[in-house]
């Protein structure tokens, strides 16, 4: 499994992200982290951005796992619920990025 996250946007225009990939994590880290995946239940690629929203903070999640490859696109306005502890913790380990 790998996961890309990236976070932009905001006030500020930060960008913050972090690639985490099973091979090269501790196996309590990635049982957590495959979990978070699994009960997050977007199996395909989905995307929510509020037209409006100004200097909100905007996240992109790239998965490939063995369910295939998806992209989640989605704003602070429109995190779907369920994606929000995956979320907390792909925050938790990010850093700054260049931007891709």
Same mark, same amino acid.
């Given at each position: 499994?790998?996961?890309?996250?990236?976070?932009?946007?905001?006030?500020?225009?930060?960008? /913050?992200?972090?690639?985490?990939?099973?091979?090269?994590?501790?196996?309590?880290?990635?049982?957590?982290?495959?979990?978070?995946?699994?009960?997050?239940?977007?199996?395909?690629?989905?995307?929510?951005?509020?037209?409006?929203? +100004?200097?909100?903070?905007?996240?992109?999640? /790239?998965?490939?796992? /063995?369910?295939?490859? +998806?992209?989640?696109?989605?704003?602070?306005?429109?995190?779907? /619920?369920?994606?929000?502890?995956?979320?907390?913790?792909?925050?938790?380990?990010?850093?700054?990025?260049?931007?891709?």
């Amino acid at each position: 499994m790998k996961v890309k996250f990236r976070q932009s946007g905001g006030i500020a225009g930060q960008h /913050e992200g972090c690639d985490l990939n099973a091979s090269e994590m501790e196996a309590g880290e990635f049982r957590q982290l495959a979990d978070l995946v699994r009960r997050c239940r977007m199996r395909e690629s989905f995307e929510s951005l509020s037209p409006d929203a +100004r200097d909100q903070l905007e996240y992109m999640i /790239e998965i490939d796992d /063995e369910d295939g490859s +998806r992209r989640l696109v989605f704003d602070e306005l429109n995190v779907p /619920e369920s994606c929000e502890k995956l979320l907390d913790f792909l925050r938790k380990r990010s850093k700054w990025v260049p931007l891709d």
